[in-house]
């Protein structure tokens, strides 16, 4: 008798079930099995999938189906889950086919080439495509995503030749329920779509290592986001203006937005972040005071700060880890406090809309140590100098509390508002300029003894507060008919002075040059006298400069410089000491070392930057806000070696001028004291991102960069060897002398050692010198030297960009791998063991590889054992340009050229140029007076500096 149906049901369950799996319904759909021959085709190692032929991928009713393969009840395939197993090849065009795909996983292989339209896939939930190398995406590749919830694409160099991709509109539209967005270095460009704000299931969005550039768009308020990586954008504009918007995310609790560019203060109202638990803000351009809320978030436990120009006193977490090194704080340890004036002078700073003049000089805890515009007396501030500062906003009453203020100097900025009452209180006032502001009435009673001038305030109402009177333009203003300011011609309103500013430019370019060419005569010198245990900015030193003797050369001259004891004091002329008097050439400097000594806070240990063979470098600050690098000769090791090493580079550096080698400012001489002052660079030495990038918390060098600073060092070591008036042999070419500056570019720095030569194809014979791993074989065993010694040198350099390793290390287990030029060599031609030892931190794409291989080979040439099969360094240069610059022609059609049309004939335009000058020899093009030309020079329109700068070029 047959068995009742049900019963055979029951019966065919329990044995698919004691068989191990669950039957299939119905064999694979003939569209979905045609997709997945057309991927086996395409992959260059289909055997890593495990795919038998002639079986059913679904199992065919109740058989064994394919490796990585789910199907639903209906034959479709609805997961793939192909991760890390080596897949090479490419994904074929038909891949939108599987409609039905729910789940797709194939991150951490090998696949490149494009990557197919996705366009269609309805019931795609979460696609995982990171950690490969495909390197196109069509544009169309998100429509009709309807149900994607996730989609992880980093680390692929999408469109990277094409000149990377934006995040389409189209994202939007068809995946309204997208949770998590993963677009972590996969070549984005352009600004971060504001679209993105909108999407309200939005809760994590990683952008990071791509070059997006604007700001975070204002729709991120109020959006629903928890985790926000947007780190480390790669390009040299990167995301920046203010972090406001941050106030607005309720819901965040993780934000990385370090090494970017973002600016203004963090937000006061961060507070709202209650869930926050990971805030990284390091290596910004953060200003102001941190939010004492900020700390007191219950959640908070991972903050960094480093590396921004915040002030006032440093945050504590209770628990967590909290840095915040490199700022301006003027309170570092907990039970510090910042002195009432510091407090005074950064609530008027953010007032004025934190001035980018003045971040980077208003840093510490006294006022009085080199901050740009402020004057102190008796150790209380005196005098605040910022005309033409960029200051915004508003005066804050809070200098009222700086009760020594005898002299306020505001004007030429764009300050609004009203003039505080509690400036009335300063009983020491004696001037206050506010004008060419928008400042508005009444203005507040001063005494009559105080010079306040207000002109060139187009809205300024005289009418003042109660008790007071209006000032008086002729005594507190005095003016000249037609000079900026005059109540002849009226108030000139922003607008008009930058018109008018270039026309100013336009007819007194001539004079200005005469101008510039008088002033590069002589040099004024500013000096600090130590008063007790703080040092106290003193009067100018007097610098008196002679003519040599008509025997000697003519680009000579005697400087004598004699410090006043006194404001005001007259210098006699002559000097105390014989030290203060030096021999120098015309265009270089002696800096007193009171002036080094006030720029480096006494030498101050926060401020070394390095140590090297003869003493320590230290980071200072001018008075006029110029960063500058110190070399302080120890006492300890003042010997004729290295006397001879501290003359040796000022008499060098003195001739030798090039943009890849760091320059020399000046230098100090006093007792024991030998100072050297170069232009600060302020990423420090190439060997710290090579080999110390972690100890210092600092983003692996890209490969790009390191090509820019290859070629920045070889320019400036041809120069020396071949450019230069003379040639030069540097003798210590080394990573730990190449100096990296704002933008990566590269300057070879420590002549010390620097050799002079006949020629660069004769030896000199000089004693051993330089850093074993990159001295020559020939210079090591001989002492001859030749320029191909630091060729030589320039090779290991290479290596160590390539390969991230130093240049000798006895650590090293393996000895062949101790010294990095002769490993280096036995490597290179086999590309197996060459591309393992490729820096790991490198992406390394085909394209990047190719141009590692170029250097590679360079670097080889440049390291052989004989001289004579080394490169002149005009070579390497050849080599390393076209990798380096790709020119194209600029399709900018806007720029004005003093108002001559490019395209006219070249006689039209000579001729247009020669009427032009005939027109300014009718006397207008001379603006100053006769009273001008006796010493009163009229007040320099707003805007005339910035036209200057723009039409000269620097």
């Not at 915004?392 to 009203?418: E, F, M, P, Q, V």
Request: glycine residues 10%.
């Amino acid at each position: 008798m047959d068995a009742p149906p049900l019963l055979i049901l029951l019966f065919l369950a329990a044995a698919a079930v004691a068989g191990g799996g669950v039957a299939t319904a119905a064999t694979i759909h003939p569209g979905d099995l045609a997709v997945l021959e057309d991927l086996r085709r395409s992959l260059t190692n289909p055997d890593v999938l495990g795919w038998p032929k002639g079986a059913d991928p679904c199992g065919d009713g109740g058989g064994k189906g394919w490796a990585h393969v789910s199907c639903d009840r209906a034959g479709r395939v609805n997961n793939l889950d192909l991760k890390s197993i080596g897949l090479a090849g490419a994904l074929p065009a038909s891949f939108s086919s599987l409609d039905a795909l729910q789940d797709l996983s194939l991150q951490t292989n090998k696949l490149s080439g494009p990557l197919p339209s996705f366009r269609g896939m309805a019931a795609l939930r979460h696609a995982y495509l990171n950690d490969n190398a495909f390197d196109a995406l069509p544009k169309d590749f998100f429509d009709g995503l309807d149900s994607l919830e996730e989609i992880c694409l980093d680390n692929n160099p999408l469109n990277k030749t094409a000149g990377g991709w934006e995040i389409p509109p189209a994202l939007a539209a068809s995946s309204p329920q997208l949770q998590s967005l993963r677009l972590t270095n996969c070549s984005l460009v352009g600004g971060i779509p504001a679209f993105l704000g909108g999407m309200t299931g939005l809760q994590m969005l990683t952008l990071s290592y791509n070059s997006l550039t604007g700001p975070i768009p204002a729709t991120f308020a109020g959006s629903g986001l928890q985790k926000l990586w947007l780190n480390n954008q790669l390009g040299e504009a990167k995301l920046s203006g203010t972090l406001d918007v941050l106030a607005g995310m309720a819901d965040l609790q993780q934000a990385w937005l370090h090494g970017n560019q973002f600016t203004g203060p963090i937000p006061d109202a961060i507070s709202n972040c209650k869930q926050l638990v990971d805030l990284k803000l390091n290596n910004n351009d953060l200003v102001g005071l941190v939010p004492p809320d900020l700390t007191a978030l219950p959640l908070l436990r991972d903050v960094k700060l480093d590396n921004n120009n915040l002030v006032g006193p440093a945050p504590a977490l209770k628990s967590g880890n909290l840095t915040s090194s490199h700022n301006g704080f003027c309170a570092v340890k907990p039970d510090d406090k910042c002195a009432p004036e510091v407090m005074a002078l950064l609530q008027f700073q953010a007032e004025a809309g934190y001035p980018v003049k003045l971040t980077g000089s208003w840093s510490g805890n006294d006022p009085c140590k080199a901050w740009l515009g402020v004057t102190c007396s008796q150790g209380k501030v005196s005098v605040l100098n910022l005309p033409s500062s960029g200051l915004n906003g508003t005066i804050s009453k809070s200098l009222g509390d700086l009760s020594a203020l005898s002299d306020i100097r505001l004007d030429s900025n764009h300050l609004t508002g009203h003039v505080p009452d509690s400036l009335t209180g300063l009983k020491l006032l004696k001037k206050l300029d506010l004008g060419m502001n928008d400042l508005n009435g009444p203005l507040p009673a001063f005494r009559p003894d105080v010079n306040v001038i207000l002109t060139g305030n187009p809205n300024f109402n005289t009418k003042t507060s109660p008790g007071g009177s209006a000032p008086k333009d002729a005594p507190h203003s005095p003016t000249t008919p037609g000079t900026p300011g005059s109540q002849g011609q009226g108030a000139a309103s922003p607008g008009q002075r930058n018109k008018k500013s270039k026309i100013l430019l336009a007819t007194t370019i001539p004079v200005a040059i005469g101008v510039v060419a008088l002033l590069s005569l002589g040099a004024v010198v500013l000096f600090c006298k130590k008063n007790g245990s703080s040092v106290q900015p003193q009067a100018t030193s007097s610098v008196v400069v002679h003519p040599r003797n008509s025997s000697g050369p003519d680009n000579l001259v005697k400087i004598v410089m004699t410090s006043n004891d006194s404001f005001g004091a007259t210098s006699s002329g002559t000097s105390s000491r014989d030290s203060d008097i030096h021999m120098i050439e015309a265009r270089n400097f002696v800096i007193s070392v009171q002036v080094l000594r006030c720029a480096t806070k006494n030498f101050a240990p926060d401020n070394v930057l390095g140590r090297g063979g003869f003493g320590v470098v230290y980071k200072g600050v001018l008075h006029d806000g110029t960063m500058i690098a110190v070399k302080r000769m120890e006492s300890s090791v003042i010997s004729n070696k290295a006397l001879d090493e501290f003359q040796a580079e000022i008499a060098i550096l003195t001739k030798v001028r090039h943009r890849n080698l760091v320059s020399i400012m000046g230098y100090g001489i006093e007792g024991n004291e030998r100072l050297l002052v170069y232009e600060h660079m302020s990423n420090g030495a190439l060997s710290k991102h090579l080999f110390h990038w972690k100890q210092h918390e600092l983003e692996p060098l890209s490969w790009k960069k390191r090509l820019n600073i290859a070629l920045d060092v070889a320019r400036g070591m041809e120069y020396l060897h071949t450019l230069a008036q003379q040639c030069y042999i540097h003798r210590d070419l080394k990573s730990a002398n190449i100096l990296l500056g704002d933008d990566f570019r590269a300057k070879v720095s420590d002549f010390g050692l620097l050799k002079s030569a006949p020629d660069g194809n004769f030896s000199v014979a000089t004693r051993l010198a330089g850093t074993f791993g990159y001295l020559a074989p020939e210079y090591a065993v001989t002492g001859k030297i030749t320029t191909k010694a630091d060729v030589f040198s320039f090779g290991v350099v290479l290596m160590e960009l390539i390969t991230g390793m130093t240049a000798i290390d006895e650590r090293r287990i393996d000895e062949e791998t101790r010294y990095l030029a002769s490993w280096f060599g036995q490597i290179r031609k086999d590309e197996e063991k060459f591309r393992a030892a490729i820096d790991p931190t490198l992406e390394l794409t085909d394209e990047i590889f190719e141009s590692i291989s170029v250097v590679a080979e360079l670097a080889g040439h440049c390291t052989s054992r004989e001289p004579s099969q080394r490169p002149d360094m005009g070579h390497a240069v050849t080599v390393l340009v076209p990798m380096v610059e790709k020119w194209k022609p600029s399709n900018n059609e806007a720029e004005d050229y003093m108002g001559i049309d490019l395209h006219l004939p070249l006689l039209q335009m000579v001729k247009g140029w020669q009427e032009s000058e005939a027109s300014m020899t009718d006397g207008s093009i001379m603006s100053l007076s006769l009273e001008d030309s006796k010493g009163s020079i009229p007040a320099r329109p707003a805007g005339f500096a910035e036209s200057f700068t723009s039409a000269d070029g620097r």
